[in-house]
C-alpha cells in the first residue's frame, strides 16, 4: 500500500473543520482559501505549516495548484439553506460555478464538496442536474449522500449534504456504506465542561441531557449571533437543559443554581461540533462561534476522506491485476470479452445513486438553462 499523504487543496476552510478531518485521514494541505480574517486566524493557528491564503475564491488561479490529488470545499450554505430564503443560483453567495471553474483549471483526482441536507430538496434538481453535468463533461463520476454526523459519534443531528466525484477508475473502489456509531449525549460529552468550575449541578444537569444536540446554527455576517439558533432549536435545547439565548464566557460555577439551565461555552460548542479539545478559535465570542457553528464537523470529513483515499488504493492494486491478469492469460482469450448492450447499460445506469445527469443529457445539449450557462455548460 502507498505510504506518501495525498495531495488536498480546500476553498472556504472556515475554521478547519473540513481540513481537519481530511489531515487526520491522510492528506496533506497545499492551500486552504478562506475569506474570513478571524477564520485565517484559526487556521494559521492551529496549522503554522500549512498556506492559508486570505482572499476571496474569485481571486484563486487554479492552475497554480494544478494535479492535486483532492479538491475539497465547503461552498456557503445560505442558498440552500430551509433557514434562509433558498434562492439557489441566484445568491450572490453561491460559489459552485467558481468551484466548478477551479476543478476545470486544477484537474484534481478527487473532489469532495458538502453542503447543507437543504441542497438535496427538490427545489434544487435542475441546478443538482446541471452541477452532475458539468462534473461528467469534465470526466468524473460523481454520487452524493446525506450524511448523518451523529452516525459518525458526533453528538449532534447534522445532516450534510455530500458530494464525491472521480474519474470511473477511480470511483469503483469507492463506497459510502458504515456502520454506525452510537453518539454520546450532550450530558455524556459536556459533564466534564460543565463541572470544571465547582458547579454542584452538573451531574444531575447531565442525567437530564441524555439525547444529541440539535443542529449548531452558526449563522453569517448578514444574520445570526452568538446564541443556539432559531425558535424551534431553542426550545429543543430548552428540554436538554440548556439555555439557548447566548453563549456563555465560562462554564457555571459554584454560584450557579444546582437546577439552572446553563449556557454553552466556545469549547463546549466546538466538542459537539467533533473538534477536539486542544484546537483553538480565534476571534471574539460571535466570531469563534460562527465559525464553530457553520464547520463541517472533523469526524465526517475523517470518514470521507479515509474512504477517498481507500478509492485511490484500490484503484492501483486493481490496475496492477489487470495489468498482469492480460499478460497472464492473453492466449487463453483468443476472442475479445462481449461489450454489453444498450439495455444493460440503461439498466446499470438507472440506479438511483448513479450520476443524475444521465438521462437528462440530451435535454441539457439541447436548451442552455440559466442555471446551465452560470455553471459553464
Known amino acids: 500500500m502507498p505510504t506518501e499523504r495525498k495531495t488536498v487543496f480546500e476553498i472556504c476552510a472556515g475554521a478547519g473543520g473540513q481540513a481537519l478531518g481530511l489531515h487526520q485521514a ?3 494541505s497545499v492551500g486552504a482559501v478562506e475569506i474570513d480574517s478571524s477564520a485565517c486566524s484559526t487556521l494559521r493557528l492551529n496549522q503554522p505549516r500549512w498556506r492559508v491564503l486570505e482572499t476571496d475564491v474569485r481571486n484563486i488561479n487554479g492552475r497554480d495548484f494544478a494535479g492535486v490529488d483532492l479538491f475539497a470545499g465547503g461552498v456557503p450554505c445560505p442558498p440552500f439553506s430551509i433557514a434562509g430564503r433558498q434562492l439557489g443560483s441566484n445568491d450572490e453567495r453561491d460559489l459552485f460555478p467558481e468551484a466548478l471553474r477551479l476543478i476545470e483549471e486544477i484537474k484534481p483526482r478527487a473532489i469532495l464538496l458538502e453542503n447543507v441536507a437543504g441542497f438535496a430538496a427538490k427545489k434544487f434538481t435542475d441546478y443538482r442536474r446541471a452541477l452532475f453535468a458539468k462534473l461528467e463533461r469534465l470526466g468524473y463520476r460523481a454520487d452524493f449522500r446525506i450524511i448523518q454526523a451523529s452516525a459518525l459519534g458526533v453528538p449532534q443531528l447534522r445532516p450534510r ?19 454506525q456509531l452510537r453518539p454520546k449525549t450532550v450530558g455524556e460529552t459536556l459533564a466534564d465542561l460543565m463541572a470544571e468550575r465547582g458547579w454542584a449541578g452538573a451531574m444531575s444537569w447531565a442525567a437530564r441531557a441524555k439525547d444529541i444536540a440539535p443542529t449548531l446554527v452558526g449563522g453569517s455576517k448578514k444574520h445570526g449571533g452568538p446564541d443556539l439558533g432559531p425558535t424551534r432549536a431553542k426550545k429543543q435545547w430548552m428540554g436538554l437543559g440548556v439555555d439557548g439565548m447566548g453563549i456563555a464566557n465560562e462554564a457555571p460555577g ?12 466556545i469549547r463546549m460548542a466546538a466538542r459537539i461540533q467533533g473538534f477536539p479539545d486542544s484546537w483553538e478559535f480565534s476571534g471574539k465570542k460571535t466570531a469563534a462561534y460562527r465559525q464553530i457553528g457553520n464547520a463541517f464537523p472533523p469526524p465526517v470529513s475523517r470518514f470521507v476522506g479515509s474512504r477517498i483515499l481507500g478509492a485511490f488504493d484500490r484503484a492501483i492494486v486493481a490496475d496492477q491485476y489487470s495489468e498482469a491478469n ?4 492473453a492466449l487463453l482469450e483468443p476472442k475479445p470479452k462481449t461489450r454489453p448492450s444498450n439495455a444493460a447499460k440503461k439498466r446499470f445506469e438507472k440506479t438511483p445513486d448513479r450520476i443524475l445527469a444521465w438521462k437528462y443529457r440530451a435535454n ?5 438553462t440559466s442555471t446551465s450557462r452560470k455553471l459553464g455548460l
Open 26 to 28: 491522510g492528506f496533506e
Open 254 to 265: 459554584p454560584e450557579f443554581p444546582a437546577g439552572g439551565n446553563p449556557r454553552l461555552t
Open 326 to 329: 492480460s499478460r497472464q492469460f
Open 364 to 368: 441539457c445539449r439541447k436548451r442552455r
Open 161 to 179: 449534504f455530500v458530494l464525491v466525484a472521480m474519474h470511473e477508475k477511480d470511483f469503483a473502489g469507492f463506497f459510502w456504506e458504515f456502520v
